[in-house]
């Protein structure tokens, strides 16, 4: 038995990978002095796995931005756009691609599978692939030749790689499944001719939901690439869920396959208690949790590797995590200034190496050769069960009698609406908001400040209120309808709600890479989510206060907060789902108790928080639904309560958003704008909506014309006496003047609109 890693973080302890990204690209550090200093960071990342002890270590996982984009690059799959000119892209092109420049604009990014980690998406077109570099091999050198580390070069899977891309239809799958072929190929030969026994092919696609000849093209693959290089071995990894059609996919023509145990609902196990595993295999048991935070309870996870052990021999197992472990941060060590029950019961990357570690040994030589720390494992995990925050009598008590909590609103849409209309009188074709206005450097540096104490609590607040003043006044001279108050004071959409909210943690370096130079750092919900006191009554008050315009009160809804927060493992997350949707209406009354009569409850992330597997969607979708309603549905019905989402597909969970019931909703749609609207000439959808009539993603300014044609599209399938008009997203992240700019055209646009309509 042997323990294997199957990717590491790239950010370093310090953040320094994205700090050395970030000064690159200000010019302030040169081309060569950061190809050393990202070289240093690769080799210390490869040296903390090797110091634990790690038998198997993966190389190449690392990057300069995203490992999706690498393989792109890798194979020469630049679009003509960045005038690229051959061979491995340089830094500009690369950049370019991942950024965008000034003649174009960046590849799409999104979500890599259910996590938050995103990638850039490959464009394939009418390019003709080529293998520019054979990333892989100078990483296996490079680690050999630096530390003495045989490591195991990783790849993005074929198909995988494949399926994550665009610029194709399905027809031209298998043709390019022929182009890519004789590259990874390539690829596989010169690191066989290096001698490098093992490589490590990530197929995560193999995890979801596949048709039966998703299963036919991946046997074609692999039937291929084992036959390229005989002399090497692939060990095929998944991760995320169970294998779909287990039986074919260890059957495939390799000669290891990788599952995760952890996030498998248990059908991983299932299927190789039923099926057994091919004896001329080496199973990667993904043991360890690589998404969660949490330390293992190391006497079950002993347990699991004695179950495989029935259907698996010994030599044939490695110990895994249950996937790269580039989803959490790096280590649990520096986490000093968290409550010791906590940290003690905290694994980040550091933490599960030794995990790791310790399981193999325990496997080798059996539990008691682990003793002393299965006790410690054991204990911290009961420490922090025990704790009285992970109890919260008040909290226990409202779940016990969840059935008997409103979830859904006492008047029907229409009573609703006509309510509503009468209490604000609003003009056809209302102009608003998401909710945020720029964070000026001037407001994150008074932040900075507050928190380090040089400004005084009554000092920040007044600042804020002159922010909040200038924003009201701002709105009212452009003309907007229903105003926002700004969201000046949150750095943060969930981390300003986790910190007044008990039942969060927050750590001092828990960062995770989220894209590009960009990391999160996600409070830690580690007790029982409980409501204290009102978080956002005294900002959005002060501004309604200023203004006669309705000023919409500004949450973040209780799936957000789960979805972006790391996740205590003892409860289902339904049940966290409930806890903190009982907050936020508690937050929801104080709002309107305090005369807010709009309330805007945000769902960014409702849609990512789906579920790998098609079959579980709709569970998933229902106790999110559920949630939203708990926190919504206790106000009047002249209360209008608004939503907001980001980059929504909408077809496919339409019926989900109509059964939130929100009364008005806004969605992010200038990515996919003919698409999102077009799904409405299939699907009704009867109560206020706003799709997004401007890019906030980009400095530029739209035009009056711009945004009119956008509304004009709109307008061909929804009622005007539906639209909205506003921004696709919070505009936190432009100037000033951008803001303004942009609004003004805005305003305009919906003027000449009503006109028409
Ligand atoms: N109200 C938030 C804002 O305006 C919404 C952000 C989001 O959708 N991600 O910033
Ligand atoms: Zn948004």
Not at 42 to 68: M, S, W
Not at 241 to 259: F, K, R, T
Request: include cysteine.
């Amino acid at each position: 038995m042997r323990s294997g890693n199957l990717g590491y973080p790239r950010i370093g302890k310090d953040r320094e990978w994205k700090k050395a990204l970030e000064s690159y690209w200000a010019g302030k550090l040169g081309e060569q002095d950061f190809h050393t200093e990202l070289k240093a960071i690769r080799l210390r990342n490869l040296k903390a796995q090797q110091e634990r002890g790690i038998d198997v270590i993966p190389v190449g996982d690392f990057t300069y931005y995203d490992h999706v984009l690498d393989t792109a690059a890798m194979f020469g799959l630049v679009p003509e756009r960045f005038h690229y000119e051959g061979g491995y892209p340089n830094l500009t092109v690369y950049y370019a691609m991942a950024r965008g420049s000034r003649e174009a604009t960046a590849c799409e990014m999104t979500k890599w599978f259910n996590t938050n980690y995103h990638y850039i998406v490959p464009e394939l077109g009418e390019i003709e692939p080529k293998l520019t570099r054979n990333r892989p091999l100078d990483a296996f050198r490079e680690a050999k030749s630096e530390l003495g580390i045989e490591g195991r070069p990783v790849l993005v899977g074929l198909y995988t790689f494949l399926k994550l891309s665009k610029g194709y239809t399905p027809e031209q799958l298998a043709p390019w499944i022929d182009r890519l072929l004789p590259l990874y190929g390539q690829v596989l030969r010169e690191l066989e001719a290096e001698g490098v026994p093992w490589v490590q092919i990530d197929e995560p696609i193999l995890a979801t939901t596949l048709a039966a000849e998703d299963l036919t093209h991946v046997a074609r693959i692999y039937e291929r690439l084992t036959k390229e290089a005989p002399g090497i071995k692939l060990q095929l990894q998944t991760y995320f869920e169970a294998v779909d059609h287990y039986e074919a996919v260890v059957s495939l023509p390799v000669h290891g396959i990788g599952l995760d145990f952890v996030h498998d609902g248990g059908r991983n196990l299932q299927a190789v208690s039923k099926h057994g595993f091919p004896e001329d295999k080496v199973l990667g048991v993904g043991l360890i949790d690589g998404r969660g935070i949490w330390k293992a309870e190391l006497q079950s996870k002993l347990d699991l590797l004695q179950t495989i052990g029935e259907a698996v021999s010994a030599d044939r197992i490695l110990v895994q995590p249950s996937n790269s472990l580039l989803h959490v941060p790096v280590s649990a060590a520096q986490e000093s200034g968290l409550e010791p029950t906590l940290r003690e019961a905290l694994a980040f990357a550091e933490e599960k190496l030794e995990e790791l570690v310790l399981l193999t040994k325990a496997g080798q030589s059996g539990a008691g050769a682990i003793a002393s720390e299965l006790a410690v494992s054991k204990r911290s995990r009961e420490a922090l069960q025990q704790s009285p925050s992970r109890a919260r009598k008040h909290v226990g008590q409202r779940i016990a009698d969840l059935a008997s909590q409103p979830s859904s609103r006492s008047g029907h849409a229409d009573v609703r609406r006509e309510a509503q209309q009468q209490r604000w009188n609003l003009p056809l074709l209302p102009t608003t908001t998401i909710g945020s206005f720029p964070q000026t450097p001037e407001i994150r540096s008074a932040r900075l400040k507050w928190r380090k104490g040089e400004w005084s609590d009554s000092q920040y607040e007044a600042f804020i209120k002159e922010q909040i003043k200038l924003w009201i006044d701002v709105q009212s001279e452009l003309g907007l309808d229903v105003f926002v108050h700004g969201e000046f004071e949150r750095n943060d959409m969930v981390e300003f709600f986790g910190e007044k909210l008990d039942g969060f943690a927050f750590t001092a370096n828990g960062w995770v890479q989220s894209y590009g130079s960009r990391c999160v750092k996600p409070p830690i919900i580690y007790g029982d989510v409980e409501f204290t006191s009102p978080m956002t009554v005294a900002e959005t008050v002060y501004a309604q206060s200023l203004t006669e315009a309705p000023v919409k009160g500004m949450l973040t809804g209780p799936i957000t907060i789960l979805n972006w927060s790391f996740v205590r493992d003892d409860k289902p997350r339904e049940e966290v789902a409930y806890q903190i949707a009982l907050s936020l209406r508690d937050e929801v009354e104080a709002l309107e108790a305090a005369g807010i009569g709009m309330i805007q409850v945000d769902e960014p992330a409702m849609r990512e928080g789906l579920p790998l597997k098609r079959e579980q969607w709709s569970h998933y979708l229902d106790w999110a639904v559920r949630a939203f309603r708990l926190s919504t549905s206790t106000v009047k019905d002249e209360t209008q309560i608004h939503t907001h989402m980001c980059y929504c597909e909408f077809h496919d969970i339409i019926d989900s958003i109509r059964a939130m019931d929100a009364d008005v909703i806004s969605i992010e749609t200038s990515r996919s704008h003919g698409e999102l609207i077009g799904s409405f000439e299939e699907h009704t959808y009867d109560k206020g909506i706003g799709l997004g009539v401007y890019d906030i993603h980009s400095p530029r300014v739209s035009t009056v014309e711009e945004i009119g044609s956008m509304i004009d599209r709109a307008l061909r399938v929804l009622s005007p006496e539906q639209f909205w008009i506003n921004p696709d997203c919070g505009l936190k992240t432009r100037k000033y003047e951008e803001t303004v700019a942009s609004l003004r055209n805005m305003v305009l646009a919906t003027e000449q609109a009503r006109e028409k309509y």
